[in-house]
């Protein structure tokens, strides 16, 4: 079983970096790949990043590439995205999630647990 509770939001500024953390306390995280999905008000959830099991493949959406990286301690059963360059487009609720059967990275419908989300609040 997964059980997934993020942390490390917060209100920045135009250009801060923030580092959120996803922990799961059950006992399978390094069989699943995980993901960074964000919600702004009004708005569907968006893809962000994915990383695989063993934390070698990743893949960002456009618009975070080059500012954000995902990445995952299998032995702390924890995945990290730092968020450098932050914007007020990034303005959003975030939420990981981890994926044990499907096949697409960045559809949200393919994983199966989800934390509950961390506000990250991007001031201009």
């Known amino acids: 079983q997964v059980r997934l509770v993020e942390s490390g939001g917060g209100l920045v500024q135009d250009g801060d970096s923030l580092r959120l953390s996803c922990a799961d306390s059950g006992h399978t995280f390094s069989s699943v790949a995980m993901g960074w999905f964000r919600q702004a008000p009004g708005k569907e959830r968006e893809f962000v990043a994915s990383v695989s099991v063993g934390g070698g493949i990743t893949y960002y959406a456009d618009s975070v590439k080059g500012r954000f990286t995902i990445s995952r301690d299998n032995a702390k059963n924890t995945v990290y995205l730092q968020m450098n360059s932050l914007k007020p487009g990034d303005t959003a609720v975030y939420y990981c999630?981890?994926?044990?059967?499907?096949?697409?990275?960045?559809?949200?419908?393919?994983?199966?647990?989800w934390g509950r989300g961390t506000q990250v609040t991007v001031s201009s």
């Open positions: 999630a981890a994926r044990v059967y499907g096949s697409s990275y960045s559809d949200p419908r393919a994983y199966d647990y």
